[in-house]
């Protein structure tokens, strides 16, 4: 799917000396920031994650891939085709389509690893997905564009980013596999490493999204439409994924991995396949929905951690409440059986204190039931 250099005016490779124009002016700073900055991101907290994968668990879901299979379906599924019913819904221009278009067609991208650490989701599923999606991105990316595009005229072809790719696997695969490494030799050492690179790695999206932002201030335009569809694509995403896992009776704790790898996508990807696809002119028009779609996904995931986390605190305390009332009775129960034991061994010092014979009414009390003790499990 390469560009036909054939034509100046279609091919990126020949427009280089073209002038770029004032909404691409921070070109160069926007492409250093996505490239060295997310891959070092992408490397420490691969490592820091990796150090919560089991062996034994991962080795689990790669001979049985259910949860990857409905992962994938997911990613290579429902996006791409939620992508292209957004894009005919909102009637949008060819070069924007595409933009959308091939954003569904990514593969998922690092930040649905820390969300799905700070949801308490499955990170042996998340990882495996992510790596599994990247190696599967190597075909199904450029089918699901031809499908999707084959009665679209476009003026030019597209280009798959494998070299980004390749890089996305090996900072993805190799900082992984150390940090399972880590968690086998050292699982204490391990939590403490896992602890820290969740909270770096919060930081490092936030330094990352407003860095973008700032830098990218260019790229911008007005377009209601496009930020739009860049605000209820992930969350469509987020939705949907949830939906098929439950659909396919997996577990909660999968549900949510799911539902995170679906809705979040590999931002960097998508930008550089529009860099080397089209002309500085197109890029004005299209590269403010990439940008737009990684703010809102990261906004959507934290609003999603808070929610969580703000239920998981009521639950605790609502289990703490009904813990400590239970303790309560039992601790009055076990008051009340005491003062009940002391009586009654009082009664029985009394009775064998008391010199001489028993008399008729002695042996009559004696023969009296006592009250039972109670106990509380």
Known sequence: MRANCSSSSACPANSSEEELPVGLEVHGNLELVFTVVSTVMMGL????????????????HIRRPWGIAVGLLCQFGLMPFTAYLLAISFSLKPVQAIA????????GGTISNIFTFWVDGDMDLSISMTTCSTVAALGMMPLCIYLYTWSWSLQQNLTIPYQN??????????????????????????????????????????????????LAKGSWNSD????TISFIFPLIGHVTGFLLALFTHQSWQRCRTISLETGAQNIQMCITMLQLSFTAEHLVQMLSFPLAYGLFQLIDGFLIVAAYQTYKR?????????????TEVCHTRKLTSSKETNAFLEVNEEGAVTPGPPGPMDCHRALEPVGHITSCE
Request: proline fraction near 3%; charge should be positive.
């Open 45 to 60: 907290l691969m490592f820091s994650l990796g150090c919560s994968v089991e062996i034994r668990k991962l080795w689990s």
């Open 100 to 107: 959308v278009l091939i954003m569904g067609c990514c593969p």
């Open 165 to 214: 790719i390749g890089i996305t696997l090996v900072c993805l695969t190799i900082p992984v596999a150390f940090g399972v490494y880590v968690n086998y030799r050292w699982p204490k050492q391990s939590k403490i490493i896992l602890k820290i690179g969740a909270i770096v790695g919060g930081v490092l999206l936030l330094v990352v999204a407003v860095a973008g932002v700032v």
């Open 224 to 227: 209601i439409t496009l930020l």
């Open 314 to 326: 009521r639950l605790k305390n609502k289990l703490g409440k009904k813990n400590s009332g239970c």
